[in-house]
T-cell receptor, first 118, second 111 residues
Framework: GAVVSQHPSRVICKSGTSVKIECRSL??????MFWYRQFPKQSLMLMAT?????????EQGVEKDKFLINHASLTLSTLTVTSAHPEDSSFYIC??????????????FGPGTRLLVL | LAKTTQPISMDSYEGQEVNITCSHN???????ITWYQQFPSQGPRFIIQ???TKVTNEVASLFIPADRKSSTLSLPRVSLSDTAVYYC????????????FGKGTRLHILP
């Protein structure tokens, strides 16, 4: 249980185009999903917190108009990188929170999406 | 959010037990401790989670002293495939509503 998928796993696009990344919780419902970005040899950096049915909460320094997040259902959140530039090339990872039997919520992560902007 | 401190890197040999300690001096009453494993170009994988004392599952054990200001992830009889980055996280979703990753510990297993 607690499987999170991402699609696509890898994408190459031209500068100026938009790219959409999907994050799905396959066997549980997640009211909260998170989007991270990770550069080589660095830790994960939280970009935004996505709550089902409401606007996402962005971390300081993350442009909400550039990184559009839609959490339309309890199993799907999407991240759209608009007008992508080479500096947006990175590894994007989502996670979804699942409540355990003891009441504690745990984050489960997707496999990540490698974005390369040419 | 409790800040965590881990060793930047560790080396060990196949078949050995590896213990990675994480300090979290500012842990709050409601905070749980969670450890993740990450391989290159993959998302972090949940290893184990605990609140106090000892937790054990099929892959690892987690030791938490009474003051909860630190925790130790124990990996029994490591193999080459355990080479990865290990992250210790402390927090209480949904109260905190997010968890911040530290730098993690890069574990290198040698043959």
């Amino acid at each position: 249980g607690a499987v999170v998928s991402q699609h696509p796993s890898r994408v190459i696009c031209k500068s100026g185009t938009s790219v959409k990344i999907e994050c799905r919780s396959l066997d549980f419902q997640a009211t909260t999903m998170f989007w991270y970005r990770q550069f080589p040899k660095q830790s994960l950096m939280l970009m935004a917190t996505s709550n089902e049915g409401s606007k996402a909460t962005y971390e300081q320094g993350v442009e909400k108009d550039k990184f559009l997040i839609n959490h339309a259902s309890l199993t799907l959140s999407t991240l759209t990188v608009t007008s992508a530039h080479p500096e947006d090339s990175s590894f994007y990872i989502c996670s979804a929170s699942r409540t355990s039997g003891g009441g504690q919520e745990t984050q489960y992560f997707g496999p990540g999406t490698r974005l390369l902007v040419l | 959010l409790a800040k965590t401190t881990q060793p930047i890197s560790m080396d060990s040999y196949e078949g050995q037990e590896v213990n990675i300690t994480c300090s979290h001096n500012n842990i709050a009453t409601n905070d749980y401790i969670t450890w993740y494993q990450q391989f290159p170009s993959q998302g972090p994988r949940f290893i184990i989670q605990g609140y106090k004392t000892k937790v054990t599952n099929e892959v690892a054990s987690l030791f938490i002293p009474a003051d909860r200001k630190s925790s130790t992830l124990s990996l029994p009889r490591v193999s080459l495939s355990d080479t990865a980055v290990y992250y210790c996280l402390v927090g209480d979703i949904p109260r905190d509503d997010k968890i911040i990753f530290g730098k993690g510990t890069r574990l290198h297993i040698l043959p």
